[in-house]
């Protein structure tokens, strides 16, 4: 058994004195797992290092080996956001997510296409947004995405204020201010594009994190990473203008 | 094959980095044909090592005495303390001899995959010593990684409050390093962080 493939590097756990057991996202084979040998060499520590993208080539006797996996380097994306905290704790919580929110074995590339526009937003100054638009693809790629398009009791598509913990559907601020202190607020960058200011990003974090929680994690018994919380606190602290 | 002793010890020393079974086997045979000039000193020395050496409760470097030589040396600066994430990171510094200050050794770095946590590195004893102490400047020396940086960036946050100026090591190309050989990373990391001449 062998594949060649592009990835995005999850996590590096080392193994032994030279080895690490690394987890990526590919692009055909969805989430992988294999043991990279000299993984703590010169030539590979830069390029294992969750974010990265690279080439990936893996190999076994079966396909529910562990296999031995090869990593090329394609894209630095951890090196460009290690001196930005905010970025890093993006990029951090992005693949800590993904490590523990996606199956194995099970190909999802819309979903690796969405991680790989995260990472290519990282240096730009719209990244907040694309991270919380990123947190709603992981939410549409399992099977639990929300509908911010019509509202939920009016159908109409103007004014969509507040989401329904419940149904995951817009309502539109007519219908939802009698019941506003039980629905989620709505970013209006959610529903009408462009790019949300720091408050509109904290809210689209909250949405989106009440139904990672309750469909992803808390359903398996499992809580945030600590690199979302962080990038919670980060996103909290920017200045209303965002580098 | 061999006796259960000879095993036993043949299984310790593969425990040891850098040796398997079959060099184990082979180091085995070595103390046992030098047994009065190598393997009696070895075991006196790893049995006085095992007793004697300890973690400074100050700065976290191994030693003998309490507190370490480093914590106990008058000619270092003390108004200068750098973090390192472990021992092997401050006895690297010290080869270099390029830094005369004080050392705090965190013992890991943040990781949500090993469950590691602020409160396993001692954080708070960090700011404790730094709010303390005669300390202006701290150097967070932390490997350039994902971990290694997310704990550089924390303890900055810890210690933002504090009349401290935090820096950290500059990235980039190494002494006697062409820039053919490096990964993309790397270089990126060397032109953001390049500097007037």
């Known amino acids: ?243 | 094959m061999a006796g259960a002793e000879i095993e036993a010890l043949i299984q310790l020393l593969a425990r040891l980095p850098g040796l398997g079974p079959r060099s184990a086997r082979r180091a085995a045979l070595h103390l046992l044909d030098k047994r009065e000039t190598l393997m009696s000193p070895l075991a006196q020395a790893l049995s006085t090592a095992a007793t004697s050496i300890k973690a400074c409760t100050v700065c976290g470097n191994f030693d003998t005495v309490e507190p370490c030589a480093i914590c106990q040396d008058r000619a270092r600066d003390d108004s200068i303390l750098c973090i390192v994430s472990d021992v092997a990171s401050l006895w690297a510094l010290e080869r270099a001899q390029g830094y005369r200050g004080r050392y705090h050794v965190l013992g890991g770095l943040l990781s949500a995959l090993d469950g590691i946590g602020p409160a396993d590195l001692g954080v708070d004893d960090l700011v404790s010593r730094v709010q303390a102490g005669a300390i202006r400047e701290v150097i967070l020396a932390t490997p350039a990684t994902v971990d290694g940086q997310t704990t550089a960036h924390y303890i900055a946050d810890r210690l933002s409050g504090l009349d401290v100026s935090v820096s950290g090591l500059a990235h980039g190309v190494p002494v006697g390093g062409e820039l053919d050989y490096l990964d993309d990373g790397t270089i990126n990391a060397a032109l953001k962080a390049r500097r007037g001449l």
């Open chain 1, 1 to 243: 058994m062998d594949w060649r493939d592009q990835a995005i590097v999850l996590s590096v756990k080392s193994h032994g004195e030279n080895g690490a057991i690394v987890a990526l996202l590919t692009q055909e084979h969805g989430r992988q797992a294999g043991m990279v040998r000299g993984a703590h060499s010169i030539k590979q520590r830069g390029v294992l290092l969750p974010g990265n993208r690279v080439w990936a080539s893996w190999r076994a006797r079966l396909a529910e080996h562990l296999g031995a996996l090869r990593c090329e380097l394609v894209s630095a994306h951890a090196a460009q956001a290690l001196d930005d905290p905010a970025r890093l704790a993006a990029l951090s919580s992005a693949c800590a997510l993904t490590l523990i929110a996606l199956p194995e074995h099970q190909p999802l590339p819309a979903l690796f296409g969405a991680l790989t526009a995260l990472l290519d937003a990282l240096p730009h100054p719209s990244w907040p947004s694309v991270y919380v638009h990123w947190e709603l693809a992981l939410l549409r790629g399992l099977g639990y995405g929300l509908d911010l398009t019509t509202c939920a009791a009016t159908g109409v598509n103007d004014g969509l204020a507040y989401v329904s913990p419940k149904s995951g559907r817009a309502v539109s601020l007519s219908a939802g201010e009698p019941y506003a202190d039980k629905l989620l607020p709505l970013p209006r960058f959610l529903a009408e594009g462009g790019e949300g200011a720091p408050a509109d990003i904290t809210n689209g974090l909250t949405l989106t994190g009440y139904f990672l929680d309750r469909h992803v994690l808390s359903a398996h018994g499992l809580s945030f990473p600590p690199a979302r919380e962080r990038l919670v606190e980060r996103v909290r602290g920017l200045s209303p203008t965002i580098p």
